[in-house]
């Protein structure tokens, strides 16, 4: 399923949402590769809770809705789903950060 567009934050947002994609990025570069290549489970299910920890602490629903989505794909053993899911997270980040340069101001 193709991830949906996400909302421009508002203002209060935006600075919350910098540093989830910043954090995020760095989840790319660490864990991510590593769980893709695997498809480990439960690993996958940590990650996915620890997505979700970060969508409610920055109020970002589109990745609270990734997280839960992948957490349903790793408890029910749905691996290809997962795998699906898992390769389109560096889109979702790009996403993420697209949103956040059309909230920034426009110089006139």
Not at 43 to 56: G, I, N, S
């Amino acid at each position: 399923q193709p991830l949906q567009p996400i909302p421009v934050p508002s203002p209060d947002q935006t600075a919350q949402w910098q540093e989830l994609a910043r954090e995020l990025r760095r989840e790319e570069a660490a864990e991510w590769p590593t769980l893709r290549a695997s498809l480990a489970v439960n690993e996958t299910r940590a990650f996915a809770h620890k997505l979700f920890l970060l969508a409610q602490a920055a109020h970002c629903g589109p990745l609270a809705t990734y997280a839960a989505a992948l957490t349903t794909f790793s408890d029910a053993y749905a691996i290809g789903q997962m795998e699906r899911h898992l390769a389109a997270f560096p889109q979702l980040i790009e996403s993420i950060e697209s949103s956040l340069s059309q909230a920034e101001p426009q110089p006139v």
